[in-house]
């Protein structure tokens, strides 16, 4: 579908504001170059004519970024033999840049003033440091100003300055309050839920190389205290929940809605850094990373609930497909995404073998809609799968421990069905028989975090109260490290929330 001249969806004919994350998401790909979306970013309202339904007519393809153009920019192959007058700016680039991006728009000036694309420019900011980026492998966005700690007034929080065992957390209360950015906010975190990138954040796995120190928290609640100069989707006083996946909104994958494949994608509290996470009393985030905090619920339960259940429903109903009638075998199904899981596969009519390890967690899944339980400890799980499916085996396997379940996993699976996994909490090389792969034509899928978009939708049922949060603890943060310590030794069944005094 393309976006109407006036941001109506065409196909549902729904008013959709030109340029959100809706409208890009939902748009087709531009046929002309074959790269971009044919949507209206803000301050350009492209004509029906250029990017409504002759954008997907031959004669006249184009997109936004392409708008103004007699013609497509040729195939790669194909440039020698001539460029269309139209794009000759970009004879000079030895590699296209991508359609949409920073490079792109910096070339064109047709779409976005030139000087709001320029390094140091008013109203770009940067999600993350440089040093940030290049630490990761990747080349450092060429934004502006970096949104990151200064002098000032001083807030409480819970940092490292190097990695180790929870003795090298430090619950501070100096820290001076982070600025913001043009397109930033700054919250006043009211609840913050722990999450197992948290013991690996302070570990320092290998292959993690953030800036220290380092503040934890991906899963943050609060209330808007200060909005940036070009902030327009959110105000202060409003009570927002933060999707934790920060990407650069600029990039081709940002443009089509999946920020997750963004090379400048990062998880809040997480990778980002320096000292920019949810377990503080304040935080700048992305004012498009925040969602309205649905009124039926508390500051801890949106944050122990909004992440988890987002990734679910990127698992399972974008990634793995899932339908009514499905089998869905789950690990972990009393943690923080297992529970989510049990649930919505509930809502969505999917039959569900939950896997615990205890007998108060089995009563849990139970009472959370599980239509079987496994108490690994006592049963032997491969045997049970098989009993409750007629030797069919499973759908769908919900995959996140990793080394310790994983010959289990494609054991259960029935032929053609499929293994969607989000983490490995108990390893990360599983031992795999490949055979799996072409005599019962299983998948393999992998699954990360989830878009605003994915998150919005999954909160639909969180605002209709089919689900709810799964709280262990609610805890001060200064607590943090008993908080650490229960996660580490499996006693957690849902989440842990910690709120700042």
């Known amino acids: 579908?393309?976006?109407?001249?006036?941001?109506?969806c065409e196909m549902h004919g729904c008013i959709i504001a030109a340029g959100s994350e809706r409208a890009r998401a939902n748009c087709w790909p531009c046929v002309g170059c074959g790269f971009g979306r044919a949507w209206c970013p803000p301050g350009r309202i492209a004509s029906s004519a250029a990017i409504g339904r002759n954008a997907l007519s031959p004669t006249q393809p184009t997109c936004c970024w392409c708008s103004g153009r007699t013609q497509p920019d040729p195939p790669f192959k194909q440039?020698?033999?001539?460029?269309?007058?139209?794009?000759?700016?970009?004879?000079?680039?030895?590699?296209?840049?991508?359609?949409?991006?920073?490079?792109?728009?910096?070339?064109?000036?047709?779409?976005?003033?030139?000087?709001?694309?320029?390094?140091?420019?008013?109203?770009?900011?940067?999600?993350?440091?440089?040093?940030?980026?290049?630490?990761?492998?990747?080349?450092?966005?060429?934004?502006?100003?970096?949104?990151?700690?200064?002098?000032?007034?001083?807030?409480?929080?819970?940092?490292?300055?190097?990695?180790?065992?929870?003795?090298?957390?430090?619950?501070?209360?100096?820290?001076?309050?982070?600025?913001?950015?043009?397109?930033?906010?700054?919250?006043?975190?009211?609840?913050?839920?722990?999450?197992?990138?948290?013991?690996?954040a302070r570990q320092g796995l290998p292959g993690m190389d953030f800036k220290l120190p380092h503040i934890n928290g991906t899963d943050g609640a609060g209330v808007v205290v200060e909005v940036g100069s070009e902030?327009?989707?959110?105000?202060?006083?409003?009570?927002?929940?933060?999707?934790?996946?920060?990407?650069?909104?600029?990039?081709?994958?940002?443009?089509?809605?999946?920020?997750?494949?963004?090379?400048?994608?990062?998880?809040?509290?997480?990778?980002?850094?320096p000292n920019k996470g949810a377990e503080a009393e304040y935080a700048a985030v992305p004012a498009r990373n925040c969602i309205p905090k649905p009124p039926n619920t508390s500051f801890a339960e949106i944050a122990a609930i909004t992440n988890v259940l987002a990734t679910v429903w990127r698992m399972l109903v974008t990634r793995a497909r899932m339908q009514a009638g499905d089998t869905v075998l789950i690990w972990g199904a009393t943690g923080g995404i297992g529970s989510a899981a049990i649930q919505l596969c509930r809502v969505f009519g999917a039959k569900t073998i939950a896997i615990v390890s205890s007998a108060e967690k089995a009563k849990v899944a139970a009472e959370l809609g599980a239509d079987y339980v496994i108490n690994r400890t006592e049963q032997r799980v491969t045997r049970e799968v098989m009993n409750i499916t007629n030797k069919r085996g499973v759908d769908i396997v919900f995959e996140h421990s990793g080394?310790?379940?994983?010959?289990?996993?494609?054991?259960?699976?029935?032929?053609?069905?499929?293994?969607?996994?989000?983490?490995?909490?108990?390893?990360?090389?599983?031992?795999?028989?490949?055979?799996?792969?072409w005599t019962k034509q299983q998948n393999y899928l992998g699954s990360h975090f989830a878009s605003v978009s994915e998150t919005?939708?999954?909160?639909?049922?969180?605002?209709?109260?089919?689900?709810?949060?799964?709280i262990n603890e609610i805890m001060p943060l200064k607590d943090v490290v008993r908080g650490h310590e229960m996660l580490e030794k499996g006693e957690v069944i849902g989440k842990i929330v910690l709120v700042p005094e």
């Not at 700690?149 to 090298?168: D, N, W």
């Not at 293994?419 to 792969?437: E, N």
């Open 231 to 273: 902030v327009t989707t959110v105000k202060v006083g409003d009570e927002v929940v933060v999707n934790g996946a920060f990407s650069c909104g600029d990039c081709v994958e940002c443009i089509r809605g999946v920020p997750m494949f963004c090379p400048h994608w990062l998880i809040w509290g997480f990778e980002t850094g």
């Open 79 to 200: 440039r020698r033999k001539g460029w269309p007058e139209a794009a000759r700016w970009l004879r000079s680039w030895s590699v296209r840049p991508a359609v949409g991006s920073l490079e792109y728009r910096r070339a064109c000036g047709l779409c976005v003033p030139k000087r709001s694309v320029e390094e140091n420019a008013p109203g770009v900011v940067s999600l993350v440091s440089d040093d940030t980026y290049e630490a990761r492998g990747g080349r450092s966005p060429s934004r502006g100003r970096t949104s990151n700690f200064a002098e000032g007034p001083a807030m409480k929080a819970v940092m490292f300055e190097k990695h180790g065992g929870t003795e090298v957390l430090q619950y501070r209360d100096d820290l001076p309050i982070p600025k913001i950015g043009p397109r930033e906010v700054l919250l006043r975190i009211k609840a913050a839920a722990m999450n197992y990138n948290c013991i690996w």
């Open 1 to 8: 579908m393309a976006c109407h001249s006036a941001g109506r």
């Open 456 to 470: 919005v939708d999954a909160l639909r049922f969180v605002k209709s109260g089919q689900i709810k949060a799964v």
């Open 403 to 437: 080394a310790s379940t994983w010959e289990t996993s494609t054991y259960c699976l029935r032929w053609g069905g499929t293994i969607v996994t989000c983490g490995a909490t108990t390893g990360f090389k599983a031992p795999l028989d490949i055979r799996f792969l």
